[in-house]
């Protein structure tokens, strides 16, 4: 039997050694797919220049939705994606980021500046220099986020 | 002292200077809070809910400024006034003079009270000259739709071919409010009105014979309403 993994780092290397006792192969070609809950994959795919990218969540500075594209932006560079921003949101770990408004997604570490509206709305300024807003349908969930 | 214009933009220009106070540590802690990345500790109170803390304490404070303005400006204003009416039954224009508040202005007042007894005033009885005073003092709490006091005058004498002056005034320590009114002599007057604490209200009557060819003044009466 063959099996795909799809599991957190922390419980992937007791699960191999479980498998291997049983003589299951693990391979990333096998149809079937084991997957822990509240699994999220490292990496996502996006198009550049060159073709197929693929970049780590760690890289991702913000995610932007643009009429029908979306774009993943890190520090230095732009991506394309396929996903969906709905799509997106459920798929990137929620601890790691947070969708600030229908059309954004950021990477909790990645404000350089934040500056408060008089309404409910909160002002970012990104380490990548991008200037995004939180708008009021997201203002307490953000401030829940980050405890502000 | 300020008027209520200026504290309102006191108080406005106070609120305003507390809130960007406000607006600019939250800025600063919030910035300090994300790049720390620290979750727990005390939530911050956000700037929407600081302006809507804002406005109610300033509508809040502005209403009991407000309140405060109106007691004083009420405590302030003098209650002293009076009216004279002619109640001459046959009279159909009766003759009529007031001096302060223009709602005294109604000859129906003499309607509502009797010479003989009026409950919730005292009755006194004074003669000076040709004039009978009834004099009745109000005994309850002052309210709006009372007079203080009721002075029912009533010439007895015989010569209606004089002219009469009538000096009302509001006579205290420190001042002197005369109102003078001149006509023929009346056969029965009713003054009514309201008195400040530590006022007095005067009624002094001359009677001027105009055809005399030595003295003008016939006579004359006084009687002075001091409330208990």
């Known amino acids: 039997m063959r099996l795909r993994l799809r599991l957190n780092r922390d419980t992937e290397e007791q699960v191999k050694e479980e498998l291997k006792k049983r003589e299951i192969e693990i391979s990333e070609d096998a149809s079937l797919i084991l997957t822990e809950e509240n699994y999220y994959d490292e990496r996502i795919f996006c198009k550049d220049e060159q073709g197929t990218a ?68 909160f002002f970012l300024t990104l380490k990548n220099g991008a200037q995004v807003d939180v708008t009021r349908t997201y203002y307490y969930k953000f401030k829940e986020f980050y405890g502000i | 002292m300020f008027t209520l214009l200026e504290i309102y933009f006191m108080i406005a220009f106070l609120a305003v200077l507390g809130l960007l106070g406000y607006y600019s540590v939250y800025t600063r802690k919030i910035n300090r809070r994300i790049q720390s990345g620290e979750v727990s500790g005390k939530k911050l109170v956000g700037i929407p809910r600081i302006i809507t803390v804002f406005v109610i304490a300033f509508l809040s404070f502005g209403c009991v400024v407000l309140s405060f303005y109106l007691l004083k400006e009420d405590e302030e204003s003098s209650r002293n006034d009076f009216a004279i009416i002619n109640i001459v039954e046959e009279d159909e224009d009766p003759y009529q003079a007031y001096g302060g508040n223009p709602r005294l202005n109604d000859p129906a007042y003499a309607g509502l009270y009797s010479k003989k007894s009026n409950a919730g005033y005292d009755k006194e009885v004074i003669k000076d000259g040709d004039y009978i005073f009834t004099i009745f003092k109000r005994t309850s709490f002052p309210d709006n739709f009372h007079p203080d006091f009721l002075c029912f005058a009533e010439y007895m004498g015989k010569r209606d071919d004089l002219y009469v002056s009538i000096t009302s005034s509001f006579v205290s320590a420190s001042d002197t409010d005369h109102h003078l009114d001149n006509g023929g002599v009346s056969d029965r007057l009713l003054f009514f009105g309201n008195l400040d604490p530590g006022f007095d209200f005067k009624i002094h009557f001359d009677l001027i014979d105009k055809a005399a060819k030595e003295s003008f003044k016939a006579s004359s009466a006084e009687v002075t309403i001091r409330l208990n």
């Open chain 1, 54 to 121: 693929i970049v780590s969540l760690n890289k991702i500075c913000h995610i932007e939705s643009l009429g029908h594209d979306v774009y993943v932006y890190t520090m230095d560079k732009k991506f394309k994606t396929e996903l969906r921003i709905y799509q997106l949101a459920s798929l990137l770990p929620p601890e790691q980021f947070i969708r600030i408004s229908n059309s954004v997604i950021i990477q909790r570490n990645s404000i350089n500046h934040i500056r408060p509206g008089l309404s409910c709305k």
